[in-house]
């Protein structure tokens, strides 16, 4: 059996029209435009008005990324939809963005790993088509942080910007997609980025607004130190896992956190500044989105381009953090469906199963069944003439 790889293929990004400036928050916060941007890099955020919302940005991203890889939504075989901030706490905002994409009976699921996110879902979708359950996998990273903000928390308030990004990773033969990954998690610092209420430890209540446990609480001296430890040395681990060292690397995208915690992550793998991709100025930090909208702006200012080997790493909420090596291999011609043993297969008895799995997985079990399927198309035209 060839080996196989997940390639992407396509990728897309929505962020929302409305801006807020570091002047509009030096309005109404006790905060400057300097204090912000020389401690972050930012000097503005998309945040979603009323009417948008996070699955309706994640349905966006993802229309760009299908029609870009020239994949229809229910020939996908896994939909993940990396966030921490969904329309509901269920229904899984993944089974939302399925519904919309017309994704019928595609399986879907919620991946919450902090900003990692969609790193966590890059590394999830590589294994599922490298182990041949799925041939074409959209992950998407959505977040709408600014629901979650106490406008009056200059801490967080400076930090955070909506939007989404996504991509499409399809099965090739040839050696690309994702080389190495990398993914920790340190629960102990569980208390440094936290939303305490509105989860089964603090159902909604009036007491729990009154202590405004619904808001984000962050400790960001501590947030930045882990930051600084685990960084460098997550991309040096995946760099080395993919047998590569850091001059190999063509493009860094960092998740968009801190200007400095990128700097000092590139600095400690000895990447020069411009093999670094950095737009934090004009989306802030989107959280599981940051990557996947920068991948999208890499490529569209030419600093990405196929046969490029990019290298992601991200950490947040958690604590958690994850790194990634990546190749963008040229588009290959998918492989060949055989339409009529798939047909066939469905008027098997397995058929009423089928109906519940994505067309990936069908397809694996057609070709799995297809001596079985021969015979029986055979029987099936003989009976019909
Ligand atoms: O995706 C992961 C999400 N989280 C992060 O990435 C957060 C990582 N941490 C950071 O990016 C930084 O820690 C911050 C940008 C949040 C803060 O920068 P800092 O250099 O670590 O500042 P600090 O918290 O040590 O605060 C320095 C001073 C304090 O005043 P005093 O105690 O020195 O008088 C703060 O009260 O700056 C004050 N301060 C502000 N001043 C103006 C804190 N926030 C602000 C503000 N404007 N917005």
Not at 7 to 19: C, H, L, S, T
Not at 174 to 196: H, K, M, N, T, W
Not at 209 to 228: H, I, K, P, T, W
Request: aromatic share 8%; with cysteine.
């Amino acid at each position: 059996m060839p080996e196989r790889y997940g390639n992407i293929v396509g990728w897309g990004k929505y962020v929302p029209e409305k801006i807020i400036t570091n002047a509009d928050l030096e309005k109404i916060l006790d905060t400057t435009d300097e204090w912000i941007f020389s401690r972050t890099g930012i000097r503005q955020r998309h945040v979603i008005s009323e009417g948008e919302s996070n699955s309706g940005m994640a349905v966006a991203a993802a229309r760009e990324a299908l029609e870009m890889a020239d994949v229809r939504a229910r020939d996908l075989g896994l939909i993940i939809v990396a966030t921490s901030s969904p329309d509901y706490l269920t229904p899984p905002i993944s089974s939302q963005v399925q519904h919309a994409l017309g994704a019928k009976d595609v399986g879907a699921f919620t991946l919450v790993a902090g900003c990692p996110g969609f790193v966590y879902g890059l590394a999830t979708a590589h294994q599922f088509i490298a182990a041949g359950a799925c041939d074409n996998v959209l992950v998407v990273g959505s977040e709408v942080v600014s629901r979650f903000i106490n406008k009056q928390d200059r801490s967080t308030a400076i930090l955070f910007g909506d939007g989404a990004g996504a991509v499409v990773l399809q099965v090739t033969s040839e050696p690309c997609g994702v080389l190495s990954f990398v993914l920790g998690s340190d629960g102990a610092g569980a208390q440094d980025l936290i939303l305490p209420g509105g989860g089964s430890a603090a159902p909604a209540s009036h007491e729990m607004v009154d202590e405004g446990l619904q808001y984000l609480r962050m400790n960001g001296r501590q947030v930045f130190r882990f930051a600084s430890r685990v960084l460098g040395r997550a991309l040096k681990q995946a760099i080395q896992k993919a047998n590569l060292t850091t001059d190999d690397i063509d493009l860094f995208i960092p998740h968009q956190a801190n200007a400095r915690i990128i700097a000092s992550a590139a600095r400690y793998v000895k990447l020069p500044e411009d093999k670094v991709f950095v737009n934090i100025a004009d989306y802030g930090n989107t959280s599981a989105a940051s990557i996947p909208i920068a991948l999208c702006e890499a490529f569209e200012q030419g600093r990405a381009k196929i046969g490029d080997t990019l290298a992601f790493v991200a950490f947040g909420a958690g604590l958690t953090w994850a790194s990634a090596i990546v190749k963008l291999g040229e588009k290959t011609a998918p492989l060949p469906v055989e339409k009529s043993r798939i047909s066939l297969f469905e008027l098997l008895p397995f058929g009423g199963i089928s109906s519940s799995i994505g067309s990936d997985l069908k397809r694996n079990l057609a070709q799995f069944f297809s001596p079985l399927s021969t015979f029986a198309q055979k029987l099936f035209s003989r009976s019909r003439g």
